[in-house]
């Protein structure tokens, strides 16, 4: 157990949907990371937020938002759901912006 | 845009062997990570270099930095078959955070 907590493991869902994906960082982690992981475009970063406020934004479509509460978890919201939005979403953690990553267990969506 | 590329991307060895995983970045990198993905499974961290010229071992894995050269390699020593996964290096560019991952290399060893 990395200290970094991901729900759920997996998530069908259809075209067109919406879904939450959640992520609880390491006790005593201020910054918490999205990343997509699929197989044609690799890991790619999405969204970082540190201590509630965004800090920097990757690769991450206008139909994806997140948002990290004052209890430092964060949710990625995905919407209109396409078929190869398919992927694994990991969320990483850290103390602050230069103190190495821990990775959750990840979130295998599929878009059906 | 800084780019990372590793190669190669699919390595099958057997076991006993030596081999090398490369890893190249295209602009200046504060920290360059390695992790071990198994499959379906999260990203375990195997190293952290952190200034030119770095080597980090960790059993049969050794790793190595030259920001010169904007290189990073992975030695694998006396393969053996729990060594099998997805090896991916990223770059951490600077106060940027974020980190940038190559492609992964999956390695085979076969007894």
């Known amino acids: 157990d990395s200290g970094v907590t991901q729900t759920p493991k997996h998530l069908i869902t259809a075209t067109g949907q919406r879904v939450t994906l959640r992520c609880s960082p390491r006790s005593g982690d201020l910054s918490v990371y999205w990343y997509q992981q699929s197989l044609d475009q690799g890991l790619q970063f999405l969204i970082q937020y540190y201590n509630g406020e965004e800090r920097a934004k990757g690769n991450i479509l206008e139909r994806f938002s997140a948002q990290q509460f004052p209890d430092l978890h964060s949710e990625l919201n995905l919407s209109s759901l396409e078929l190869g939005d398919s992927a694994l979403y990991f969320c990483?953690?850290?103390?602050?912006?230069?103190?190495?990553?821990?990775f959750g267990s990840g979130t295998r969506l599929t878009v059906v | 845009e800084l780019k990372v590329e590793q190669n190669p991307l699919f390595l099958s060895m057997q076991e006993g062997k030596n081999y090398t995983i490369y890893c190249n970045y295209s602009?200046?990198?504060?920290?360059l990570y390695w992790y071990r993905q198994d499959p379906g499974k999260s990203l375990e961290s195997l190293f952290v270099l952190l200034s030119n010229g770095a080597v980090k071992q960790e059993g049969r894995l050794m790793a190595s930095l030259d920001t010169k050269a904007r290189l990073s390699t992975l030695h694998i020593t006396a393969a053996v078959h729990d060594l099998s996964a997805t090896y991916f290096c990223a770059s951490e560019p600077g106060a940027g955070n974020m980190l940038t991952f190559g492609g992964g290399t999956r390695l085979m060893v076969k007894p």
């Open positions: 990483a953690s850290s103390v602050g912006s230069r103190d190495g990553y821990t």
């Open positions: 602009t200046t990198s504060d920290r």
